[in-house]
């Protein structure tokens, strides 16, 4: 076939094995071939992933400042002034 190529997909045996059946049926259901519906699923994790990133918050802090226990230095530590 022109433009496509072959690899190996290495999933958990519980997920293959629970899914495999259900997934091939819904790719007859909606009339693609097992490969195309795992295409069009990385294509759609793709496409998603910059919508679906998480802005990481500060996380609160209660009254104390400084250092965890055994750490002295590091961009974490905030010495008060």
Do not use: K, N
Not at 29 to 56: K, S, W
């Amino acid at each position: 076939m022109f433009g496509m190529s072959r690899t190996t997909v290495r999933l958990p045996d519980e997920l293959l094995l629970q899914s495999q059946a259900q997934a091939q049926a819904h790719a007859m259901r909606t009339g693609r071939t097992f490969t195309q519906l795992l295409a069009d699923a990385l294509r759609y994790e793709i496409q998603r992933a910059p919508e679906m990133r998480r802005v990481c918050e500060p996380l609160p802090t209660y009254g104390v400042v400084g250092c965890r226990p055994g750490e002295t230095s590091g961009p974490w530590v905030s010495w008060p002034s």
